[in-house]
């Protein structure tokens, strides 16, 4: 069972929608990721979280906002998208570098968004 | 250039066979990397880290050459269910905070 979780695993929304994906992490990490997968593409970084702070963006369009209301909660608030965002949206949590050493990333099933 | 560059496959393996993946990365300083697998439509799982010295799993056997920046997954006697995507995965760390950087992935196919 992961310990990163992902709400909701299935989503279809219109474009003039607003929305939201949760992702919660029971690892105790400090850094949370947002990656995109389009089909038969590889993963896409697009946000960095590290102790809550947001670290890197990587260059995404505004219609994606993250949220990282603390280290174990992870939000990605979508508006007005297009059908060329549907993809599966992954959440990756790890435990960044506090002078230790890093750890591995662990995923989320993802949530699968198609956007009509 | 890439950040990190796999083998792009697909590699299409009889069971029973040895396959084995490569992967090379940009930098140098790089501090960690790892072996992940992807099954379709399902999320990336750690498979193992890889270490200096070489480290084994069972079948699977991951070496890392710093000098030539280059990782390599070997799995031996294939089954049917390593028919995955196996992606190159290294962190890097900027001033104080890591960041992980994904290959492509590499697409295994085991036929009986």
């Known amino acids: 069972e992961t310990g990163v979780t992902q709400t909701p695993r299935h989503l279809v929304m219109g474009m003039t929608n607003k929305k939201s994906l949760k992702c919660e992490q029971h690892?105790?990490?400090?850094?949370m990721y947002w990656y995109k997968q389009s089909a038969k593409k590889p993963l896409e970084l697009m946000f960095v979280y590290n102790f809550k702070e947001q670290t890197e963006n990587n260059s995404v369009p505004s219609r994606f906002s993250p949220e990282c209301p603390n280290s174990s909660h992870l939000f990605l608030h979508l508006h007005t998208l297009q059908p060329e965002d549907s993809a599966l949206y992954l959440c990756?949590?790890?435990?960044?570098?506090?002078?230790?050493?890093?750890?591995?990333?662990?995923f989320g099933q993802g949530t699968r968004l198609t956007v009509v | 250039r890439k950040e990190v560059e796999q083998d792009p496959g697909p590699f299409n393996v009889p069971e029973g066979a040895t396959v084995a993946f490569n992967c090379t990365y940009s930098?140098?300083?790089?501090?960690?990397f790892f072996w992940y697998r992807q099954d379709c439509r399902k999320e990336p799982k750690l498979l193992m880290s890889v270490y200096s010295s070489g480290n084994e799993d069972g079948r699977f056997t991951a070496q890392l050459n710093r000098a030539s920046q280059y990782i390599s997954l070997l799995i031996r006697d294939s089954k049917l269910s390593d028919s995955a995507t196996y992606l190159c995965v290294v962190l890097d760390r900027g001033s104080t905070l890591g960041r992980l950087y994904f290959g492509r992935g590499t697409q295994l196919t085991v036929w009986p």
């Open positions: 990756a949590s790890s435990q960044a570098y506090t002078g230790t050493g890093d750890t591995e990333a662990f």
């Open positions: 930098n140098s300083a790089s501090q960690s």
């Open positions: 690892l105790g990490h400090n850094a």
